[in-house]
């Protein structure tokens, strides 16, 4: 036994390595699964008891000649070359394909409706994606027993068994259905002129589909200062269509309802794909509707004590994913959160 031990260690202090692969020939030689040393250790359940512990620490210095060795090759590695020349770079070589990133649509879309919005004196604000009832409810003049209250629309979060649910008991915290929320923490801590838009994530517990997510993006404008009346409104509604869309774009205003404006519209722009002709985007009636609006409820105002007889505003808010659908022609509201880079790729310009 102690003779095979010997040879194994002349071989080892014999063994010369200047390759790669004659360090690889001497891992698999010596510390492989297959090597000798792998056999002596297999070999120590049958020796005899009393001889076992002498032949362990042999086997043991064995494996540690072994590792010492070839520690001593990671030169050779290092060096990086197999021929143990060093190597030199081949700059006529092709570069590798380097693909670059994209942006996602919804961020393509975000930064250009606040793009267009900042060119005509809006700035951007933020706040939390979980609200109390009031910034997201009582400040916007819902009154106790709206339906967009209900379980219906609305993530609760909370409640006795804690976590996110639509069943909770706690009502007070919820997942923000809109960015409202926003416009009422800034009325609530600056002065007017207020100008401001607020971009985010909004919650709404609705089956998910190819026009419904129970999350999507918003953006939504809010004015307020003496003076400003629905036709600013339009006006400024008008000039984002054309600079979103195209310049010939149309608008419409047709009457709606929302507890936090008054009078409230929602908006139609001419259909940016038939160009009016009729097709199923606009089912056949040349407008599709992009967003809602109306000037902010006198109620609103006080609810944030700003003066309501010295100041008025308008308000509107959007759908980033149905904007991007209609410039982009995205027929599925579920490829925006899917991830898939097929879709994804088709965005790099931007
Ligand atoms: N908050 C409304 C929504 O989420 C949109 C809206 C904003 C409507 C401002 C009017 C004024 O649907």
């Given at each position: 036994?102690d ?15 200047v ?5 690889e ?5 010596f ?52 021929s ?38 809006f ?27 209900d ?9 006795k ?5 639509p ?30 838009l ?55 205003l ?11 519209a ?40 700003i ?42 310009s931007?």
């Amino acid at each position: 036994m102690d003779d095979r031990i010997k040879k194994i260690i002349s071989e080892i202090d014999g063994f010369n390595a200047v390759t790669k692969e004659q360090v690889e020939i001497f891992r698999m030689k010596f510390l492989g699964k297959k090597s000798a040393l792998a056999d002596l250790f297999a070999e120590m359940k049958n020796i005899q008891p009393e001889l076992r512990k002498d032949f362990g620490r042999m086997v043991n210095e064995l494996k540690i000649k072994a590792e010492e060795k070839l520690n001593s090759f990671a030169g050779i590695l290092e060096a990086g070359s197999d021929s143990g020349e060093s190597e030199t770079t081949d700059l006529s070589l092709p570069a590798e394909p380097h693909e670059p990133g994209a942006r996602h649509p919804i961020s393509i879309v975000r930064r250009r409706i606040i793009e267009i919005f900042s060119q005509v004196g809006f700035t951007v604000a933020d706040g939390p994606e979980i609200e109390d009832d009031w910034h997201n409810f009582s400040a916007l003049n819902f009154p106790e027993n709206h339906p967009a209250r209900d379980m219906q629309d609305t993530f609760f979060v909370g409640g006795k068994g804690g976590g996110i649910s639509p069943a909770s008991n706690s009502q007070d915290m919820a997942l923000r259905t809109h960015t409202s929320s926003v416009q009422v923490r800034i009325m609530e801590t600056s002065k007017p002129p207020i100008r401001i838009l607020a971009p985010g994530r909004v919650y709404r517990n609705e089956a998910i589909s190819a026009r419904a997510h129970c999350f999507f993006h918003q953006v939504e404008g809010l004015y307020i200062d003496e003076g400003v009346s629905f036709a600013d409104l339009k006006q400024t509604l008008l000039y984002f269509a054309k600079e979103m869309f195209s310049a010939d774009t149309k608008i419409r205003l047709r009457p709606s309802y929302f507890p936090f404006t008054e009078p409230s519209a929602e908006m139609d722009i001419s259909c940016n794909i038939c160009r009016g002709k009729g097709c199923n985007v606009c089912k056949y009636t040349g407008w599709v509707e992009i967003l809602g609006c109306g000037m902010v409820d006198p109620n609103v105002l006080e609810n944030c004590k700003i003066d309501s007889k010295k100041y008025s505003g308008y308000a509107f808010g959007m759908g980033i994913e149905r904007i991007t659908m209609l410039k982009y022609q995205v027929k599925d509201l579920r490829l925006f959160s899917e991830n898939d880079i097929r879709f994804l790729k088709q965005f790099v310009s931007s």
